[in-house]
T-cell receptor, first 113, second 112 residues
Framework: GNSVTQMEGPVTLSEEAFLTINCTYTATGYPSLFWYVQYPGEGLQLLLKATKADDKGSNKGFEATYRKETTSFHLEKGSVQVSDSAVYFC????????????FGQGTTLQVKP | EPEVTQTPSHQVTQMGQEVILRCVPI?????FYWYRQILGQKVEFLVSFYNNEISEKSEIFDDQFSVERPDGSNFTLKIRSTKLEDSAMYFC??????????FGSGTRLTVV
């Protein structure tokens, strides 16, 4: 079945450091891929998405490229801020049309001043 | 920006009691979902709802769970007889399509 694997957290970085959070997936067909962010005490917010191979999703300085050959969708940001501290979830939506999302286990990012 | 609204934000209930979690999806959305997140664990799909019926449900969504869209604006999740292991954050979500939908801020359910 479909699954998503994220790198273990927590990830602790200093402000302005480069961020990579790895995400790989297993899926049949052509899934859509997403990154969601959960700030403390809040719900899930869509950060970015990509719907086909080689697409790059980007938002708020974050970006991720859908790599079919390596089944990956790694999240990157060139210079993190303290306000980026949150839990980041990689997710996929399979080829079916119900819209069901399969989430990774989440990666906690802590950015220190 | 339109929001998905969930009430209450926190509910405490006794084991064996029925609870109803309420959601108001974004008004022109057609697809509706419930997910849950047990503390410290991953977000898990419960059920999807489209065209006034369940389109998919997970193995978690057993006979104790039901969903309803009673009046065209609310979308509810009912748990008939709560168990301790039902304690979790429950998220409602809605979308115009089945892609990249909007989540509510969640209801924290505590079963004691």
């Amino acid at each position: 079945g479909n699954s998503v694997t994220q790198m273990e957290g927590p990830v602790t970085l200093s402000e302005e450091a480069f961020l990579t959070i790895n995400c790989t997936y297993t899926a049949t067909g052509y899934p859509s891929l997403f990154w969601y962010v959960q700030y403390p005490g809040e719900g899930l917010q869509l950060l970015l998405k990509a719907t086909k191979a080689d697409d790059k999703g980007s938002n708020k300085g974050f970006e991720a490229t859908y790599r079919k050959e390596t089944t990956s969708f790694h999240l990157e940001k060139g210079s993190v801020q303290v306000s980026d501290s949150a839990v980041y979830f990689c997710a996929l939506r399979g080829s079916g049309n119900t819209g069901k999302l399969i989430f990774g286990q989440g990666t906690t990012l802590q950015v220190k001043p | 920006e339109p929001e998905v609204t969930q009430t209450p934000s926190h509910q405490v209930t006794q084991m064996g009691q029925e609870v109803i979690l309420r959601c108001v999806p974004i008004s022109n959305h057609l697809y509706f979902y419930w997910y849950r997140q047990i503390l410290g664990q991953k977000v898990e799909f419960l059920v999807s709802f489209y065209n006034n019926e369940i389109s998919e449900k997970s193995e978690i969504f057993d006979d104790q769970f039901s969903v309803e869209r009673p009046d065209g604006s609310n979308f509810t999740l009912k748990i008939r007889s709560t168990k301790l292991e039902d304690s979790a954050m429950y998220f409602c979500a809605s979308g115009r399509t089945g892609d990249g939908y909007t989540f509510g801020s969640g209801t924290r359910l505590t079963v004691v």
